[in-house]
């Protein structure tokens, strides 16, 4: 089992919609957790942390669900300029220090 | 204020050839870590460091060495270019363990 898991996609949806991503780990001691959004032939750029109570950023939603290891990111209104992949990222303990682990990423299509 | 600097952005090597790839940040992160990215496989983990002096290894270490002398600085060595090492190597900084990472804004490395 991969240790974290995401559908690649792509999801196609039109410009207004609202469209959700999960994504599954395997560490259940994992203790921080993100989502980043990466543009074509761009670095990874951070888009929101994942907070245990959930947390809100504008359109974006992330939820965490801990017991059965996995995470959410829900954007209302999409917009054509959130065509991106989103990269979920786990940090896993390691007993020395910050080690993330990338899903392969869920690629979003926006459209007209 | 730069962020995290790579350094050459593309770059061509034959087959046995060294070469460094440059990585510099001036947030005063203790974090460091070198990803590799290639089509199908996500973000992996080369090799990381949670302070100057101290560095150990990622997921796929193999043909790489990484020194942290200063805070600011954590270069990555080819030791001899092999054709498998033809990726896409993401350098990023991050200022402790539930803190999300700041990309550089990566290397395009070809070994032929």
């Known amino acids: 089992r991969k240790e974290v898991e995401q559908d690649p996609g792509p999801f196609n949806v039109p410009e207004g919609a609202t469209v959700a991503f999960n994504c599954t780990y395997s560490?259940?001691?994992?203790?921080?957790f993100f989502w980043y959004r990466q543009d074509c032939r761009k670095e990874p750029k951070l888009l929101m942390s994942?907070?245990?109570s959930g947390n809100e950023d504008g359109r974006f939603t992330a939820q965490l669900n801990r017991a059965s290891q996995y995470i959410s990111l829900l954007i209302r209104d999409s917009k054509l300029s959130d065509s991106a992949t989103y990269l979920c990222?786990?940090?896993?303990?390691?007993?020395?220090?910050?080690?993330?682990?990338f899903g392969t990423g869920t690629q979003l299509k926006v459209e007209l | 204020n730069a962020g995290v600097t790579q350094t050459p952005k593309f770059q061509v090597l034959k087959t046995g050839q060294s070469m460094t790839l440059q990585c510099a940040q001036d947030?005063?992160?203790?974090?460091m870590s070198w990803y590799r990215q290639d089509p199908g496989m996500g973000l992996r983990l080369i090799h990381y460091?949670?302070?100057?002096?101290?560095?150990d290894q990622g997921e796929v270490p193999n043909g790489y060495n990484v020194s942290r002398s200063t805070t600011e600085d954590f270069p990555l060595r080819l030791l001899s270019a092999a054709p498998s090492q033809t990726s896409v190597y993401f350098c990023?900084?991050?200022?402790?363990?539930?803190?999300?990472?700041?990309f550089g804004s990566g290397t395009r490395l070809t070994v032929v």
């Open positions: 990023a900084s991050s200022p402790g363990q539930i803190y999300g990472y700041t």
């Open positions: 460091s949670v302070g100057a002096g101290i560095t």
């Open positions: 560490n259940s001691a994992s203790q921080s």
């Open positions: 990222v786990v940090n896993f303990p390691t007993g020395g220090g910050n080690k993330l682990t």
């Open positions: 947030m005063n992160h203790e974090y």
């Open positions: 994942v907070y245990s």
